[in-house]
């Protein structure tokens, strides 16, 4: 637990909600009592149904309401705040934010409101409302469970909201998932359902990965393999990645604007060294050549804007499935473990029949958490 809020405290204010990803998304769970980062608390839902996904707009209607309103210059009357205050998304928006021991106060939220900067977007806020309400929630929902093992349930509200803060998280995964969704106008529907597809596949994965079994076998563990373990599982945010995509001959960024696509493949490119970077920092982690407070510094970086936890994640995942196919991906998602072997394995075979020389994870590591 120390681990992971030290990495948040230490990463640059504009990369902390990328911290905030596979790690926190599936392993944070709100008030969070796991024994091991790594391993979700989430327990199986079997009172629920397999799929359950909806979009709550109440929020960010009640807030157009009011901006139409001030446009027009008509009295905005205290019903209408009362219908900002009372939404289910602002209701539960304050919760995590006091979950998360940050000022969030009605008042303040007013005045956010009326400010003449977020007056100038009403329109092209609107508009992007409308855009996401369009979005194709099952299709979001189908490639999230594509890459998830038989059983897995996804059960969670998605609330586009407009608030001061341009991030999006996830919140309360372990009674009543959410995700919020910061209300931004340069993103369109198409990516729109390719974020919820990511998000979704957090969501699920934590309903049944991994299994019970395993989750015991890791207690037995050393705390440094533990630490290990923990992180190996942010690479989920490249498998995600590879779900939201729908496969892995399709590119993760598809449907983004040329800038992420480029700073994409530009990191991508960095493959070979990025997992080096990696391997180093687990090496070290096993050795104890870092302390609780270090790993959070070593850690950022891995986060930022889709760093290595995205991209060493995913190219590893695709190179897995086109090499074992999709099952043989998914069990390994599911166990930790089993990821730097196989990889390995599916790099030898790449490295023989394509004349590349992609990096393998080194022996030492791979026999230390095998």
Known sequence: MEQLRSALNHARPKDRQECLSYSARVFFCSALACSILALPCL?????????????DTDEAEAVLTVLTKQRAGQIITDEDWRRIF????????????????RSFEDQDFRTFVLSNQLLDQAETLAETL????RADVTRATRLALAYLP???????????????????FVFDLDTDPAIFLYLDPTVNQAKFENTLAHELHHVGYGTVCPAKETKEEFKRLSKNVQTVLTYTGAFGEGFAMLAAAGGPDIHPHAVSDPKDRARWDTNVANFDADLRLVEEFFLDVLANRVSDHQ???RVAPFYGEQGAWYTVGWRMAVLIEKTFGRRTLIKTMCDPRKLFVTYNRAAE???RKSGEKLALWGRSLVEAVK
């Open 349 to 351: 075979i790449h490295n």
């Open 130 to 133: 409308e855009r996401w309400r």
């Open 43 to 55: 327990a199986q839902r079997s009172n629920k149904p397999a799929v359950n996904v909806s979009i």
């Open 295 to 297: 790993i959070g510094e």
């Open 86 to 101: 009372l939404s289910e998304g602002y209701v539960r928006l304050k919760k995590r934010e006091v979950a998360m021991h």
């Open 150 to 168: 038989k059983g897995a349930q996804i059960n969670a509200k998605i609330y586009p909201v407009i608030k001061p803060r341009q991030n999006s």
